[in-house]
């Protein structure tokens, strides 16, 4: 996860805590669905850095998409929110807000968070 990162997951897990019936789904998204390089954090719980536990190895897009959303939740949960209040989907480039092409294409490279009450 990008460091800038923590102020948005910071207040996710403020409000997570705050709500203790709210649940989420976590959305993983990509920029097109062309298969690439897969990093995966393996044993590692730094989750702001890349670690030499770091995994690497090649994925679909949907694959990278599931990675990145897994990513959020295994913070929310060593932050101690229960994994029973999370669920993830990955999409790939299926629901891309940008053409894979454009000057905003990076903005398809996202985790969305719905939340909802149980």
Known sequence: MLP???????????MLNENQKYKIVLHGHTNGNAAGKLLTMGESKNFFEISPDVKKGVGTARDLSRE??????????????SGDRMEVKAWGGKRMVHDKN?????????????VVED
């Open 68 to 81: 990145r959303a897994e990513v959020i939740r295994e913070w929310l949960i060593a932050q101690g929110i």
């Open 4 to 14: 800038e990162s923590k102020y948005e997951l910071n207040s996710l897990l403020g």
């Open 102 to 114: 454009s000057e905003h294409a990076r903005k398809n490279v996202r985790v969305e968070v719905e």
